[in-house]
């Protein structure tokens, strides 16, 4: 894998909830994308224990359990 790469993304996700403009930021968008970049650093990098455990927490949050449950099984 590529951990600076991997690590990037689970940073960049982690900010999702702070950048564009208010009207961008509603909930449900706002998770989308922080579930994609975490899905992309995992991918980047499959030991990424942050971003498996951040895609967890966000999919938990969205009513995704299973799959919060799985991303948590890291």
């Known amino acids: ?3 600076e790469g991997s690590l990037a993304l689970y940073h960049l996700g982690r900010l ?3 950048l564009g403009e208010s009207r961008e930021r509603n909930e449900l968008s706002v998770a989308a994308r922080m579930v994609a970049l975490q899905e992309a650093a995992l991918l980047a990098d499959p030991q990424n224990f942050r971003a498996a455990n951040e895609l967890g927490v966000v999919l ?3 009513g ?3 799959a919060a449950r799985d991303a948590l099984q890291y």
């Open 1 to 3: 894998g590529v951990p």
């Open 16 to 18: 999702q909830p702070w």
């Open 60 to 62: 938990a949050r969205t």
């Open 64 to 66: 995704r359990l299973e």
